[in-house]
């Protein structure tokens, strides 16, 4: 996981390579890698699909899931991350921490993902590894524990010492095997040969062994025992360094080293793999316990392969998986067979009778399964508990929301049928690409994570699905905001037949600046609790989820509303109300109390950061501001050729960013780099909600 362009699948196909899994080393610019398999990656030089592989190394099976850089597919890091056990955070060693690397640095945290650091690109004459290792400190909150030094520096660099062996490893450029031979020395070897460089292995292996003392009593006992860092061992100090990247709490992110490019780093990182990162073994999921030795496995990825039709991407997690057997969906409630069980190799699918727990498999012929399905054996129909649910249900992958729309159309009738099919294989692809149908207008409305998300979507819409699609105008997706506290005590009733439903509700909605999503609370008055213990648990989650449906469309635009609280004071639902009228009711109600509320608009922010030469700073700095931008201009390093280089970071709306990226390649005459996150939503003034209403809707109130 990383930036985009910090070498991710470059360190990927030397992997391969080195492991003897391919005999030629594939390029991303000449598009011919192994793990960028679709024609937009290779098109783009990008990653835009996670992959899966397995290969050998050192006796071991390393599972490997190569994942995209680009925000726009952050879904893509999200739901790998969620399966995984250990990753490899890959650094520019001539950028440092970038947007996206504090984002997937984010998403490992949340999902408990042990992690170790790969800084790469050692080889550009910019590259600094103090700059990167300070960045690392500061932006991630870690304490860099290097394991290896590197000899050279920039285009001089040709080999890495390993610090807790003291073994160097050195490559020729000159040859011609890619790297796959290379020199190995031993201590006595390194003292002779390069003795400075031995002398600050040296004091960097005391180093590591100091900081190492702060996260791990098993070294700092052997360090105090033996009054000296040299007497701590390399199996010792190899074993330390693993308890501390297994630990989840620890704060220390053992650190590697290397240029996967010019093919310095890649076996040495393999072997930190094997050393440092957990096996599924050493992984306790608390879920695993009620299942025991019985399968429990979770859908992560779907893709429509155009052989062998529906794919489903699984992770076992207990128990095993055979081919022809059948599952039960806990999530659909549904029993299903599967047809044939593989393992992946990117776009490469291989047969095999039966895999055990900690393995990836691919599974045929589940025609309901989609993204975060719980599958278990169907010996084992999950229990509910008090409340109704499914206790066996495992944490399903975080869908983000959109940040753009457009709407979309088929280019005749006839075509209509397929593009419908198209839209539903890649929605069930790709959880966050949003498909609605406008209800006034009946147009297709596409949402997704940016502008190329977007883009690669309908180019596959045409190459793939053969539809060449009409595109509307970008739309941002905005948000709205209440600004005051409002009241309602509401009935809603409704005649059918000679039946009559009814539903009063009394509740509040306070504003909670900073809260997100809107939340629904039950009153915790002593004679609300009374009124509500007559009421069933599953009416009560209906009128909970009616209304949290009626915040999802607020009055303004119709986008979700965000930072409130609704607190329900009471419920009264009359004899024979159905359950449909129940929740029309409810969100009815809803409705009319945000259309009582102040409502604005808050628009999306993106945390941006561009990186460009001293000369052409200025413009850019200019036009962001022009672009209602707030920006933190910081002077960075110079290379070593002279060319001074500038990070701006900052925040500007993202409806100020349309189609950014090539006007900056325009103005800065290729000179600068942008990356850009979601960084919050914030409330419009009157002025700009009002350019954002006749923007969207055509019309100005």
Known sequence: MAHIDAGKTTTTERMLYYSGFINHVGEVHTGDTVMDYLDQERDRGITITAAAITLPWAKHQINLIDTPGHVDFTMEVERSLRVTD??????????????????????????????????????KPNSDLDYTLISMEKKLQVTPLLTQMPIGHGRELSGLIDLVDMTAYIWDHKSSNQGKQFTKMNEDEIKSAMFTSWEEAVNLRENLIEKCCDFDNEIAEEVILSESY?????????????????????????????????????????????????????????????????????????????????????????????????????????????????????????????????????????????????IVDTSMKPKKDSDGIDSSLLIAPIVPDPVFFCSIEPPSLAAQKQFDYALECLSREDPSLRITQEADTGQTVLGGMGELHLEITLDRLKTQYKVDTDMGKLQVAYREIATSVCSIDEKFERKLGDKTHTIHLNMTLAVQEGLGSSVVEWSKDKESIEQFASIKPQLRRAVEQAIMS????????????????????SVQIGRGCSMPMLTAGA?????????????????????????????????????????????????????DEGVGLAVLRGTVPLAELRGYSSELRTLSSGKANLSMELSHYKLMTEEDQEIAIEDVTGFSR
């Open 230 to 374: 040299d007497k701590v061992d390399p199996e010792s100090l190899r074993a330390g360094l693993r308890r501390i990247v297994v630990d989840k709490e620890s704060s220390a992110l053992v650190t590697c080293l290397g240029s996967s490019y010019k093919n310095i780093g890649v076996q040495p990182l393999l072997d930190s793999v094997i050393h440092y990162l957990p096996a599924p073994s050493d992984k306790h999921y608390p879920f695993t316990s009620q299942f025991k030795d019985n399968l429990c496995a979770l859908v992560f990825k779907i893709i429509h392969h155009p052989q062998r039709g529906v794919l489903s991407f699984v992770r076992v997690y207990s128990g095993r998986l055979s081919s022809k057997s059948s599952i039960y969906n806990v999530n659909k409630q549904q029993t299903e067979k599967i047809g044939k069980l593989m393992v992946a190799f990117a776009d490469d699918f291989r047969d095999i009778d039966e895999i055990g727990a900690g393995n990836i498999a691919v599974l045929s012929g589940l025609k309901l399964a989609t993204t975060g399905d719980t």
């Open 587 to 639: 969100m009815n109600i809803t409705k009319i109390l945000l259309k009582q509320t102040d409502i604005r608009l808050a628009e999306p922010v993106m945390a941006v950061e561009i990186i460009a030469e001293e000369d052409v700073i200025t413009a850019v700095l200019q036009d962001l501001t022009r672009r209602r931008g707030e920006v933190d201009y910081t002077q960075d390093r110079s290379t």
């Open 86 to 123: 250990g990753a490899i955070l890959i650094l520019d060693g001539s950028a440092g921490v970038q947007a996206q690397t504090l984002t997937v640095w984010r998403q490992s945290k949340r999902n408990n993902v042990n992690c170790i650091a790969y800084i790469n690109k050692l080889d």
């Open 550 to 569: 009626g915040l999802q469309s607020g009055p303004v635009l119709g986008y979700p509303v965000l930072d409130s609280r609704i607190t329900i004071h």
